[in-house]
């Protein structure tokens, strides 16, 4: 039976940030993961009146894959009480992104504009979560664009499932 795990980020996008790892998931040996959800939100850009339009960004990556850094590696918390430790691991936050030796799957875009906060997205069935099979591989989540001004307080949340 599949289990669901949260992994929450929060951090700042400074104008310095070509692009931004928000979240890279990486399964553990014969444990594919699925992407369920997203939720992402900002709290800085509150009545500005430069509008930003982001282009966020799902993407499996294939082969040999060299994590981003810049962020942190939380432990992933299962929603329900009563389920068992992840065996995928999270990096949340990464200011440099992961790079591949393999394919780079643009699998969706989520466009958002930051004055809509927050943006959540649902797959509404598994047949179309993106999903990560092999332990060498990662699903990420990118941020793809560079922001004017910084935005201080951006946070969210990813919904793993566990298979």
Do not use: H
């Not at 339009?53 to 939380?74: C, E, K, Q, Y």
């Not at 990096?91 to 393999?102: F, I, K, L, N, Q």
């Amino acid at each position: 039976m599949s289990r669901i795990y949260s992994i929450p980020f929060n951090g700042s996008i400074t104008a310095a940030n070509a692009a931004v790892d928000l979240a890279a998931l990486r399964p553990a040996a014969d444990k594919p993961i699925r992407l369920r959800g997203v939720r992402i939100g900002q709290l800085s850009e509150v009545g500005d009146t430069q509008e930003e339009g982001i282009n966020l960004t799902v993407r499996r990556f294939t082969a040999t894959v060299t994590d981003g850094s810049g962020g942190t590696a939380p432990t992933p918390t299962p929603v329900d009480d009563i389920d068992a430790a992840s065996g995928f691991s999270a990096r949340v936050m990464d200011t440099t992104e992961a790079t591949t030796s393999g394919t780079n799957e643009l699998k969706e875009y989520l466009p958002w504009n930051v004055r809509s906060s927050p943006m959540e997205y649902w797959w509404p069935d598994e047949r179309f979560a993106p999903t990560c099979r092999l332990n060498a591989n990662r699903l990420i989540l990118r941020w793809e664009t560079t922001v004017a001004d910084t935005i201080d307080n951006v946070s969210g949340v990813v919904w793993v499932e566990e298979l």
